[in-house]
């Protein structure tokens, strides 16, 4: 399967580099975990929503890499849980079981973006 993304994003240069306020990488990840499960906006990509039902159809399918319990009546404080939604295994599930489509591209790009920006900032801390 090829990828192919067309990623734009706006982001404030203050002297050549980026500008992005964000916590801790654990506390930013759950954070935009959280995102996810929000009622109150939506988000999308593109043309493509980030949506609940999503991870919770992941999370339901055979050789799932989270859990049900990391989407239903879930903690939010919860780091595992965290580090599973952000897990490169959540992506290799949406490929391997080629549900990964226009339905799935947006939220497969935020996984993607927002689990690589939180290992580089943990390792340049």
């Not at 295994?89 to 497969?108: C, M, T, V």
């Amino acid at each position: 399967m090829k990828l192919i993304l067309n990623f734009k994003s706006k982001t404030p240069i203050y002297e050549g580099n980026p500008i992005i306020v964000v916590q801790d990488p654990k506390h930013g990840k759950k954070t935009a975990r959280n995102q996810i499960f929000s009622g109150a906006r939506l988000l999308v990509l593109g043309n493509c929503p980030v949506l609940y039902k999503q991870l919770l159809f992941l999370a339901k399918e055979n050789g799932h890499s989270i859990y049900i319990r990391d989407v239903v009546n879930t903690d939010k404080q919860d780091d595992g849980a965290a580090f599973r939604t952000f897990h490169s295994e959540l992506l290799k599930q949406i490929s391997r079981y080629e549900i990964f489509n226009s339905e799935f591209e947006a939220i497969f790009v935020y996984l993607f973006i927002l689990g690589w920006f939180y290992i580089f900032i943990y390792l340049i801390k």
